[in-house]
């Protein structure tokens, strides 16, 4: 089994900035490793990814608003969010692909509201 677990959320204006963690109990070395976020009433909806060589992918969303990091030597990965917009509000989940299956963590919420 992996824990994933996610923190940094909370309610924040707009056009503000925040940076969700995520740590895993894991090695994430060899995993991609994504963001998803979620909305009540609608699908999980992937926002980024991040391969094992550092290569990152975005939703046509998010993209230039978003950055993915990985920090191997602490298991971490990160989730910058820059110039929030209400629309941003959203349970967000971090999730990794290990040898030993597919994971999740159980998600923070970030709202986005004056």
């Known amino acids: 089994q992996v824990q994933l677990v996610e923190s940094g959320g909370g309610l924040v204006q707009p056009g503000d900035s925040v940076r969700l963690s995520c740590v895993s109990s894991?090695?994430?070395?060899?995993?991609?490793m994504r963001w998803y976020r979620e909305v009540p009433g609608k699908l999980r909806e992937l926002v980024a990814g991040?391969?094992?060589?550092?290569?990152?992918n975005y939703a046509d969303s998010v993209k230039g608003r978003f950055t993915i990091s990985r920090d191997n030597a602490k298991n971490t990965i990160e989730l910058q969010i820059d110039s929030l917009k209400p629309e941003d509000t959203a349970v967000y989940f971090c999730?990794?692909?290990?040898?030993?299956?597919?994971?999740w963590g159980r998600g923070t919420q970030v709202t986005v509201s004056s």
């Open positions: 894991r090695t994430i070395l060899f995993s991609t």
């Open positions: 999730n990794g692909v290990f040898a030993i299956g597919e994971f």
């Open positions: 991040i391969k094992g060589d550092g290569s990152a």
